[in-house]
């Protein structure tokens, strides 16, 4: 089910709580509360009848369902922000390339797998890196196992052809809801967030002597590696990457309670937001996504990823 932020306009005075009756504390109209639950629970629902409202116990914002999707007001938020398509890749050779350079501060992006992700799942690449070193031309981002003899059971690997760090687990899955994943340099080690919780546990040298280092970038494609290898099969939105790393407390925060937000404030060099900049429509196929970065670097759908309306 669709979820996408929006000003609702219900006489909320601009942002001001609703008060427990459901009435706006705004001064304008009134309206009615037709049910209150968790985020996760409201935006997973559906057969609610056209104009349903609900309240959000969790992140106190108002929802209203339009017969497909659930479009709500955040009441932390002054302006509107809407995730409304994201890429959605076939598994086969579609991909998103992206020609930048960067060094790799602080990547985040939004995943929809097709299958649960297992220890013993396929590899399958989120984001391909090249030019990395010279043992890198197959980093990657991958969910799935068996990447590399360096770290055991994994259910997500940054891979960079030196060093592999991993979120590991020997009966750990990763369903096929949306998730949002997060890698950030500390200045020392690589960690891997998801879903807004830091959850690297296992890293080990590859190949070389290298030390652990911040990983200098000279392209990347969304959904494959090497432009060939290990694709994709699901969505992927919202990619953003910085070359000098948010802290901790940001790269948790980016999750937002499961939510897409507005990026702006954090400066990303790079920021491929999936067809909302691009006049994008459900089904169509992905030509250029603009960056809303600081880069200017534009992403190029290759061998047909089209947009889907289905987002976090």
Same mark, same amino acid.
């Given at each position: 089910m669709?979820?996408s932020?929006?000003?609702?306009?219900?006489?909320?005075?601009?942002?001001?709580?609703?008060?427990?009756?459901?009435r706006s504390g705004?001064?304008?109209?009134?309206?009615n509360?037709?049910?209150?639950?968790?985020h996760?629970n409201?935006?997973?629902?559906?057969?609610?009848?056209?104009?349903?409202i609900?309240?959000?116990?969790?992140?106190?914002?108002?929802?209203?369902?339009?017969?497909?999707?659930?479009y709500?007001y955040?009441?932390?938020?002054?302006?509107?922000?809407?995730s409304?398509?994201?890429?959605?890749f076939?598994?086969?050779d579609?991909?998103?390339?992206?020609g930048?350079s960067y060094?790799l501060?602080?990547l985040?992006?939004?995943?929809?797998?097709d299958a649960?992700?297992?220890?013993?799942?396929?590899?399958?690449?989120?984001v391909?890196?090249?030019g990395?070193?010279?043992?890198?031309?197959?980093?990657s981002?991958?969910?799935?196992?068996?990447v590399? %003899?360096? =770290? /055991?059971d994994?259910l997500i690997?940054?891979?960079? $052809?030196?060093?592999?760090?991993?979120?590991?687990? +020997? &009966?750990?899955?990763?369903n096929?809801?949306?998730?949002?994943?997060?890698?950030?340099?500390?200045g020392?080690?690589y960690?891997?967030y998801l879903?807004?919780?830091?959850?690297?546990?296992?890293?080990?040298?590859?190949?070389?002597?290298?030390?652990?280092?911040?990983?200098?970038i000279?392209?990347?494609?969304?959904?494959?590696?090497n432009?060939?290898?290990?694709?994709?099969?699901?969505?992927?939105?919202e990619?953003?990457?910085?070359?000098?790393?948010?802290?901790?407390?940001a790269?948790?925060?980016l999750?937002?309670?499961g939510?897409?937000?507005?990026?702006?404030?954090?400066?990303p060099?790079?920021w491929w937001r999936?067809?909302?900049?691009d006049?994008?429509?459900?089904?169509a196929?992905? %030509?250029t =996504? /603009?960056?809303?970065?600081?880069?200017?670097?534009? $992403?190029?759908?290759?061998?047909?990823?089209?947009? +889907? &309306?289905?987002?976090?």
């Amino acid at each position: 089910m669709g979820v996408s932020t929006i000003s609702l306009g219900l006489g909320l005075g601009g942002g001001k709580a609703a008060t427990s009756s459901g009435r706006s504390g705004g001064g304008g109209g009134g309206f009615n509360i037709d049910l209150r639950d968790t985020h996760s629970n409201i935006i997973a629902r559906s057969g609610d009848a056209v104009g349903t409202i609900a309240f959000a116990t969790d992140t106190y914002d108002l929802y209203v369902f339009d017969g497909s999707n659930w479009y709500f007001y955040d009441y932390n938020s002054t302006t509107a922000f809407a995730s409304t398509l994201s890429a959605s890749f076939d598994g086969t050779d579609d991909y998103l390339a992206v020609g930048s350079s960067y060094d790799l501060g602080t990547l985040s992006l939004w995943f929809k797998s097709d299958a649960t992700i297992t220890k013993s799942s396929s590899t399958k690449a989120l984001v391909g890196f090249t030019g990395v070193s010279t043992y890198a031309v197959y980093a990657s981002i991958q969910t799935g196992g068996n990447v590399t %003899g360096a =770290v /055991t059971d994994e259910l997500i690997t940054l891979y960079t $052809g030196d060093w592999a760090y991993s979120y590991s687990s +020997s &009966s750990g899955s990763i369903n096929t809801d949306w998730h949002h994943l997060a890698v950030r340099w500390t200045g020392s080690d690589y960690e891997i967030y998801l879903d807004g919780t830091q959850v690297k546990n296992d890293d080990g040298q590859v190949v070389g002597d290298q030390s652990k280092a911040k990983i200098p970038i000279s392209s990347f494609d969304v959904g494959i590696r090497n432009g060939s290898d290990r694709a994709f099969d699901g969505l992927i939105d919202e990619v953003a990457i910085w070359s000098t790393p948010l802290s901790a407390s940001a790269t948790a925060d980016l999750y937002n309670s499961g939510v897409p937000s507005d990026l702006t404030s954090l400066s990303p060099n790079g920021w491929w937001r999936m067809g909302e900049n691009d006049s994008g429509s459900n089904g169509a196929t992905i %030509g250029t =996504v /603009t960056d809303q970065g600081s880069g200017g670097n534009n $992403g190029t759908g290759t061998n047909g990823p089209t947009y +889907s &309306s289905t987002t976090p």
